[in-house]
Each structure stands twice: as structure tokens, then as C-alpha cells.
T-cell receptor, first 116, second 115 residues
Framework: NAGVTQTPKFRVLKTGQSMTLLCAQD?????MYWYRQDPGMGLRLIHY???????AKGEVPDGYNVSRLKKQNFLLGLESAAPSQTSVYFC???????????????FGPGTRLLVL | AQSVAQPEDQVNVAEGNPLTVKCTYS??????LFWYVQYPNRGLQFLLK??????LVKGSYGFEAEFNKSQTSFHLKKPSALVSDSALYFC?????????????FGSGTQLTVLP
């Protein structure tokens, strides 16, 4: 049981390049999230998904797209990277039950992205 | 709108002393409150949560937090700090009755426990 994994761990891009970050979870969770973490700003939600085939915008969605074609995977895409997207990206998941256990999010180890 | 504030960017405490990391929140209804910890170059790990019930919540690694509705606070505490507790701590909140709401995180508090 690997939990939540993220690929790659680190990436350097030039402005205008594109890339896809992959998040995978093996806990059969319905909900998945993408956050970015910037110094002094905590975590901000980019996009999220409440189930396979569904996605929704979070607090800072501009410049990003997502897809949830399979329940276990949640992809975050940058079509044209900008220096402002330099950040650490975290994926998280949780199950859909409304009981107390369903409220805990489980996080991946993060992806460090540097856009030059 | 929901929000959470962690008024201290940095908290320093000597090993063996009690520690407190402060968190205040704002939601329109009943809050679901969480504490997460982040060690260097790692993802966030769940520590504890308040959903309903007893105002004093006990979590992992000897941490506890007290929900205070009148002061809209959810401070994280530990009776005796360890050097290994040094990490970045995040408080998070969401409106409890609105299942469509997502978590809002605070800006984080760096805890340093000095040997």
C-alpha cells in the first residue's frame, strides 16, 4: 500500500514549456486534490475531483488543467509554464464517506517545479 | 467565506517545555478543524481533527488541540516538546455542513524545539 505517490519529484522547465504532473493513489479514494505550496502562503487549492471523470476549480486554477480519467490517477497539466508557477505541488486524496474517517486528506510527497 | 489564521510564523521552545501553536478560524457555520505537520521535503501528515464532540482532541505523537467556539480557536498543544517535533505545522478548516466546501489552510507555523 503506497498511499499517494507523485511523479516526478523535481523538474526544471523553461518559460512556455508544457508538462504533466501525475498523482496516483491506491486507497480507492473518491476525492483527489492538487495544491501548490508557496512560502508564507500555506497550501492553495488548484483543482480537485470528486470522482472519476469529474473535475472542479479550486482557489487558483488559472494556468492549469486537470484530468481524472481513472479513479486512481489525477493529472495536473501546465500548458505554457510561467515563472509564477514555480512552486511545490502536492496531491492529496480522501474517501467520500461523510463519517469522521472520510474527512482526512492523505498527501503525496510533493513535486518541486522550477520555471526559468 | 471560510478562513484560518496562524498568527505566528515561527515558534521556538526548549525541549521538555510545553508548546502551543495558535490557530483561529472563521466559518459561517460549524467548523471541521484539522492540524497537519510537514517535515522537510515531505508531504503533509495528518495530526488530529475536530468534527464534533469533546472539545479536547488528542492526536498523533502526543499532540492535542482544544476547540474553543467562543474564541474561534483551535490551538495545538503538547505538554513536553521533543527536538523531533521541529517541523512546519498547518491548521485547516472547512464549513462542516457544506460538503461542497474544500479545506482552507493557514500559512503555517515553523516550530523549532531547541535541545
Amino acid at each position: 500500500n503506497a498511499g499517494v505517490t507523485q511523479t516526478p519529484k523535481f523538474r526544471v522547465l523553461k518559460t512556455g514549456q508544457s508538462m504533466t504532473l501525475l498523482c496516483a493513489q491506491d486507497m480507492n479514494h473518491e476525492y483527489m486534490y492538487w495544491y501548490r505550496q508557496d512560502p508564507g502562503m500555506g497550501l492553495r487549492l488548484i483543482h480537485y475531483s470528486v470522482g472519476e471523470g469529474t473535475t472542479a476549480k479550486g482557489e487558483v486554477p488559472d494556468g492549469y488543467n486537470v484530468s481524472r480519467l481513472k479513479k486512481q490517477n489525477f493529472l495536473l497539466g501546465l500548458e505554457s509554464a510561467a515563472p509564477s508557477q514555480t512552486s511545490v505541488y502536492f496531491c492529496a486524496s480522501k474517501n467520500d464517506r461523510l463519517a469522521e474517517r472520510g474527512e482526512t486528506q492523505y498527501f503525496g510527497p510533493g513535486t518541486r517545479l522550477l520555471v526559468l | 467565506a471560510q478562513s484560518v489564521a496562524q498568527p505566528e510564523d515561527q515558534v521556538n521552545v526548549a525541549e521538555g517545555n510545553p508548546l502551543t501553536v495558535k490557530c483561529t478560524y472563521s466559518v459561517s457555520g460549524n467548523p471541521y478543524l484539522f492540524w497537519y505537520v510537514q517535515y522537510p521535503n515531505r508531504g503533509l501528515q495528518f495530526l488530529l481533527k475536530y468534527i464534533t464532540g469533546d472539545n479536547l482532541v488528542k492526536g498523533s505523537y502526543g499532540f492535542e488541540a482544544e476547540f474553543n467556539k467562543s474564541q474561534t480557536s483551535f490551538h495545538l498543544k503538547k505538554p513536553s516538546a521533543l527536538v523531533s517535533d521541529s517541523a512546519l505545522y498547518f491548521c485547516a478548516v472547512r464549513e462542516g455542513f457544506d460538503s461542497a466546501r474544500q479545506l482552507t489552510f493557514g500559512s503555517g507555523t515553523q516550530l523549532t524545539v531547541l535541545p
